[in-house]
Each structure stands twice: as C-alpha cells, then as structure tokens.
C-alpha cells in the first residue's frame, strides 16, 4: 500500500488548505483512511477519520467545526479541507490506513501504513 500526501505549505492564521493523499496497492473503497499531524517536539496526534463508504467521520476536538475530511473512491484520494487556520496546526501532516480494521479509530496505533507528510506551516 502506497499512500501519497500533497497540499501542504504556507499559509496565513485564518487561511485555508486542502490536503490530499492519493492511495494505492489495494482496494481503496473498502478501508477507513485517516489524517494524523505532528508538531514539532510533540506526539503524533489523530486528526479526522473516515470511514470506508464515507458516511462515518470522526474529528480531534481540536479541529471540529474547522477541518472536514472527505473521499472519492473513484480517484482513490481522501482530503482533508483546513479552514481558520491558526498557528496550532503548524505540523507535518500524515495521511493513514489500517491493515484491516474496518471502523474509524483515533488510535495512531490501529493505523499500519503511512504516507510520508506534507508541511503545513501556519503565520500568525
């Protein structure tokens, strides 16, 4: 499974960013994708998830109201629109998807490929 970010860059407080991972090697439709970031010196943290049809989504409380992640099986790409950005979600972003796991999980743990980041910097 190859997972491929894009969409990262810089971008003013209360800006706006799509990101997009376009994923391969296996049936796309039928996985939970997911987007995680990373900040400087700090963990890897969950983001959003969705689930495999795209009905079920999940959000970070962080995000909620601000971030919508969305998929299109038909190009096998899952996005991840930012809007108000502020200077807190300065991190590398990461696209995911589990081996097998069929539910939306926040668990960076559940998640077993990993696509390789693209930088979102925010200026305030």
């Known amino acids: 499974v190859q997972l491929q970010a894009s969409g990262g860059g810089l971008v003013q407080a209360g800006g706006s960013l799509r990101l997009s991972c376009a994923a391969s090697?296996?049936?796309?439709?039928?996985?939970?994708m997911g987007w995680f970031r990373q900040a400087p010196g700090k963990e890897r943290e969950f983001v959003a998830g969705?689930?495999?049809?795209?009905?079920?989504?999940s959000y970070a409380e962080s995000v909620k109201g601000r971030f919508t992640i969305s998929r299109d099986n038909a190009k096998n790409t899952v996005y991840l629109q930012m809007n108000n950005l502020k200077s807190e979600d300065t991190a590398v972003y990461y696209c995911?998807?589990?081996?097998?796991?069929?539910?939306?999980?926040?668990?960076?743990?559940?998640?077993?490929?990993w696509g390789q980041g693209t930088l979102v910097t925010v200026s305030s």
């Open positions: 969705i689930s495999a049809t795209g009905i079920s989504t």
């Open positions: 090697g296996r049936t796309f439709s039928s996985y939970v």
């Open positions: 995911a998807t589990p081996r097998s796991i069929y539910a939306v999980a926040s668990n960076r743990r559940s998640y077993d490929y």
